[in-house]
């Protein structure tokens, strides 16, 4: 019934797994961070009062309940979260069986393992510096159970485990550098799969409550390779949506199965950039209006509306080699089956909105004069641009059209398209970012949640479809300045708080450029940006990187080994009638008589000369030489002679 | 052939660990014996992974799969760090064993069935402790227990082993080990010490008298009679029985004084191999050894005759060990013709 490990070691053990445990208790249901903590406590004092342990049909109880209690809470006990709730509360519940060395190894396993699952929800700087303190405090504790007794002292634990762990990471680099990376996933990734972020959409309801647009989070980065386009062109398109229910706009169905290409004909304004998409769990890649068509990023395909569409949502912050072109012609010659689709509206909703646009019509209007009109609209009559719109009721154009007259892009672009379509063109609303913001840190530029945008497209004829962004008719510094700048105001720039801002800003741009290269070059290291790296060091092929990594990792094992080899030997004495002895020594054990550790330097040649009366004269000798020499302190050059003369004597006499 | 090394032969065998077993029997009839101090050389180590370093390695794999699967950068360098913490760990294991030296300590007679009790040093020249070294018979299936051995300094471990016949036992090959200090892998060395225990032959059950030789001394209750003639006091030699101790003197004097009896040869108690009852040559060896037993715990003189050795009658510790060891030794080869 006892544990394995002793009191102290054990306290360790538990601290350590506390340390392990936190960062999911803040994601975990309140429930089951209760019963953790109550475990290790509970654990802690069972050992401090000798508390017995549970039964066995009690821990099998238990641990039924808390499976049970997962099942009930997430309905699965597969996939992400609920895979490790279960894990989190299994390794909890192991605490109450640790009689033998097998327990106390899965429990720190365990540990590692589940260090391993925080990265699923964040891989940012920070957590690289609670790898390092987590894996050392693990390591530590591997350290105690493997020291019987006493437990060493908690600082030479760490000391041992912090200095294992240093000697790891060169090791790390080299597999992390070297190691050829394959395009994952392996198999399927569960629904729950990658940290939650807010992104672009996969619908767009003007009217309803938007948050949206106020996160300050990084969408993406981008460096260029040719001059970055002027601010009226950097529309970043998304997710493109062309069916209408008569509240909101999701993309068409039977554009996702049909996966009939847009035709791009490009005409010049050529634009290369690397941009690092952060992972929004989004079907959609981002690209500058118009991405080349003979350029895609891998594994992604243009869908009929110009979006570049992905098979499966992107979970991993991604880099893309993009290269635009600003100049383009999209679906000059569309077929007009597929164009009748993007002039669908449901006819009872907004029959205002419906009149207004049927009247256009009928006053003849060409198809450039109706967009004119309805830009004209928005420019002439008194709308507002603002990020905290009234709530619409159920007609919501017609609402806001009419009505209220106060909402952002979405609001715009929404009127603007269902206007079109009820003036018999086809148009469709395309969504994505729109702007971006320097970093004068770095050469790069961020583009943030807050940038998000919506705008229009109408299709006509010999054109093909032309963005028309109705926001900018209500709004023109929104498409220039950008929205965030527009609603902070004009900053102060002068006297004292305008150097603190200053300050401010530059250490914020100086961590975002760090954040951007961590990115980039850490968290992006797939087998893309890999290839691209290595290439530069002539290692392309993985049969190249598997040798360079095979040496390398020789390299360092070889020179940590040694290292401890040196250590474990005993220090070079350099006097010499120690060494001397040390010869004698070697010589008599030749023959049989080795130095007792309760023995002195008389008592064994004593000893000797008893059982060896052929050896007589030169144990004489080498007694009284090396006594000389060492306890009373002659340094004599003559008598180190004469003891190297004796020790030539010491050896079996013949017979 | 030592009692501690035929167990190998004698353990249940087990089809999946023959190959194992062989192995075994090669590199261990492969270990010199050696004198003097064995030190541990680089070659000497043998390291393979623990069961728990499978486990390691097969965790390694899921959390590597588990990485790609999901293309997380934090996982790989996770992954990797650990991987390395194992072939650090490999290093660190070696060198915990590696370099340490190996003499033999004192080893005391025993009697036959007996454990005998081997004492080992384990020497640490280096500068730095060695953590969790443990001590075994080599294969034995004992579980040894581990110590630490501090920096430039030496520890010593007995190892136990069965005595069943009298003579000579050998050492059997010691195996040193350790798993510090992840227990991710096994290193070990063999080392076989010149060391050897000399057994006595077991001593019969007591209370058959030695039987009176003609002429000579008699039973010990006749002859301690004749004991009593006090003829002066000596010093004091180990294993002198208490009683003979003369008290009066002893504040007076440095070392204690005995008092001696008066004794002639002829009264002194003669234990002659050919009036010892007994139908083999070991059952008379443990009647002898018992009557030599009894009449140094009477503190009587006595001496043996056997066939081949005549020792001349006397007593304390150094008399009865000269006695006990040629009755351990009769009719048994030298020693260093059985190796």
Redesign the interface.
């Known amino acids: 019934m006892s544990d394995y490990l002793p009191h102290h070691a054990l306290l360790r053990l538990l601290a350590v797994l506390a340390l392990v445990i936190a960062p999911h208790l803040l994601r975990l249901p309140l429930w089951e961070s209760l019963a953790v903590a109550a475990l290790l406590g509970w654990r802690a004092l069972a050992s401090a009062r000798q508390w017995a342990l549970p039964p066995q049909a009690l821990k099998l109880l238990l641990a039924s309940v808390a499976f049970l209690a997962v099942y009930q809470f997430y309905g699965r006990v597969t996939g992400q979260n609920a895979g490790i709730a279960l894990l989190v509360l299994m390794l909890s519940l192991k605490l109450t069986e640790m009689r033998s060395r097998r327990d106390v190894m899965v429990v720190v396993f365990l540990m590692y393992f589940l260090l391993v699952t925080h990265f699923l929800y964040s891989q940012e700087l920070w957590t690289v510096l609670y790898l390092l303190t987590s894996s050392v405090a693990i390591t530590s504790v591997l350290i105690d159970a493997h020291h019987p007794g006493e437990p060493l002292p908690l600082r030479q634990s760490w000391r041992m485990g912090g200095v294992m762990i240093l000697q790891s990471l060169p090791l790390m680099l080299l597999f992390f550098i070297l190691f050829p990376r394959i395009p994952g996933p392996l198999w399927g990734l569960p629904t729950d799969a990658g940290p939650t972020r807010s992104g672009l959409s996969d619908s767009m309801s003007p009217g309803d409550i938007s948050q949206l647009i106020l996160s300050e989070e990084v969408a993406f980065r981008v460096s260029f390779d040719t001059r970055p386009p002027p601010p009226e062109q950097l529309y970043w398109r998304g997710p493109v949506f062309t069916s209408f229910n008569g509240r909101t706009w999701t993309a068409s169905s039977e554009d996702l199965k049909r996966r009939i290409p847009a035709e791009i004909e490009v005409l010049g304004g050529e634009v290369r950039y690397d941009l690092t998409l952060e992972p929004m769990r989004s079907r959609w890649l981002l690209a500058l209006d118009m991405p080349d068509p003979r350029r895609l990023p891998d594994k992604a395909r243009v869908d009929r509306n110009g979006a570049l569409v992905l098979d499966r949502p992107l979970i991993e912050r991604r880099q893309i080699q993009g290269r635009s072109f600003t100049r383009y012609r999209l679906d000059a010659q569309a077929d007009a089956a597929l164009l009748d689709q993007d002039m669908e509206y449901p006819p009872w909703s907004n029959p205002r909105t419906q009149a207004l646009a049927r009247q256009w019509r009928e006053q003849g209007l060409d198809p450039p004069r109706i967009i004119d009109a309805a830009l004209r609209m928005f420019r002439e009559q008194e709308f507002v641009y603002t990020l905290e719109p009234p709530l619409l009721g159920r007609h919501s154009v017609d609402d806001f059209l009419f009505e209220t007259r106060r909402g952002f892009c979405e609001h715009y672009t929404s009127a603007f398209v269902l206007l079109m379509r009820a003036a018999d063109l086809p148009a469709r609303v395309v969504t994505g970012y729109q702007g971006m913001e320097a970093n004068r840190f770095g050469d790069y530029y961020v583009v943030r949640q807050s940038d998000a945008h919506a705008w229009a497209e109408v299709w006509l004829a010999d054109r093909g479809w032309v963005r028309v962004d109705p926001t900018a008719a209500v709004s023109p510094e929104r498409i220039e300045r950008g929205a965030r700048e527009l609603f902070e105001g004009v900053r102060a720039t002068s006297g004292l708080f305008g150097a603190y801002t200053d300050w401010r800003e530059r250490a914020l741009m100086t961590w975002d450029w760090v954040n951007a290269y961590w990115n980039g070059w850490v968290l992006g290291y797939g087998p893309e940006v890999q290839q691209l790296f290595l290439s530069f060091f002539g290692l392309d092929s993985v049969r190249n990187m598997l040798l360079a990594l095979t040496a390398g990792i020789t390299l360092v094992l070889l020179w940590i080994g040694a290292g401890a080899f040196g250590r474990a030997q005993a220090p070079a004495t350099t006097e010499r009638a120690l060494l001397l002895w040390q010869r004698a020594g070697r010589r008599l054990a030749r023959i049989g008589y080795v130095q007792r550790a309760d023995e002195g330097p008389r008592d064994f040649v004593e000893r000797v000369r008893e059982r060896e009366p052929a050896l007589e004269a030169a144990l004489d000798t080498l007694l009284d030489t090396y006594l000389r020499l060492r306890y009373a302190g002659e340094q004599d050059r003559a008598l180190e002679i004469r003891l190297a003369a004796a020790i030539k004597h010491l050896r079996r006499p013949r017979p | 052939m030592s009692i501690a090394s035929s167990r190998i032969t004698t353990r249940r065998p087990h089809p999946l660990r023959w190959a194992r077993q062989r192995i075994d029997a090669w590199v261990l009839g492969r270990v010199p014996r050696q004198?003097?101090?064995v030190t541990v050389t680089?070659n000497r180590v043998y390291i393979v992974p623990t069961r728990?370093g499978w486990?390691?390695a097969l965790?390694l794999l899921?959390?590597l799969?588990?990485?790609?699967?999901?293309?997380?950068?934090?996982?790989?360098?996770?992954?990797?760090?650990?991987?390395?913490?194992g072939?650090?760990?490999m290093?660190?294991t070696?060198?915990?064993l590696?370099?340490v030296q190996l003499?033999?300590?004192?080893t005391r007679p025993v009697f036959a069935g007996e454990m005998a009790h081997f004492e080992l040093?384990i020497d640490n020249?280096?500068?730095?402790p060695r953590?969790?070294l443990s001590c075994t018979w080599a294969r034995g299936m004992a579980q040894g227990?581990?110590?630490?051995v501090p920096a430039g300094s030496?520890c010593?471990h007995s190892l136990a082993a069965p005595a069943p016949r009298r003579g000579w036992l050998d050492s059997a090959i010691v195996e040193i080990s350790t798993?510090?200090?992840?227990?991710l892998f096994h290193a070990w060395t063999w080392a076989h010490l010149?060391m050897r225990c000399l057994v006595f032959p077991r001593p019969a059950a007591p209370g058959l008298p030695p039987p009176l030789t003609a002429g000579e001394g008699g039973s010990l209750g006749q002859a301690r009679s004749g004991q009593d003639e006090f003829s002066g006091l000596r010093n004091y030699q180990r294993g002198d029985p208490l009683r003979s101790i003369h008290w009066k003197s002893l504040p007076k004097s440095v070392t204690p004084m005995v008092k001696q009896f008066s004794e002639s040869v002829e009264r002194a108690l003669w234990l002659d191999w050919s009036a010892t009852p007994g139908a083999t040559v070991e059952e008379r060896l443990s009647r002898l050894v018992r009557w030599v037993l009894e009449a140094d715990a009477e503190g009587r003189a006595y001496g043996l005759d056997l066939p081949d050795t005549r020792i001349a009658p006397g007593h304390g510790e150094f008399h009865r060990h000269d006695c006990l060891r040629a009755l351990a030794l009769f009719q048994l080869p030298a020693p260093g013709a059985d190796v």
Request: proline share 5%.
């Open positions: 004198h003097g101090p680089r728990f486990g390691f965790m899921v959390m799969l588990g990485a790609m699967n999901y293309s997380n950068s934090m996982a790989f360098a996770l992954t990797f760090l650990l991987g390395g913490l072939l650090v760990c290093h660190h070696h060198a915990n590696v370099q003499r033999a300590g004192r040093l020249p280096a500068a730095r953590y969790a227990s581990s110590m630490d030496y010593s798993e510090f200090p992840l227990g010149d």
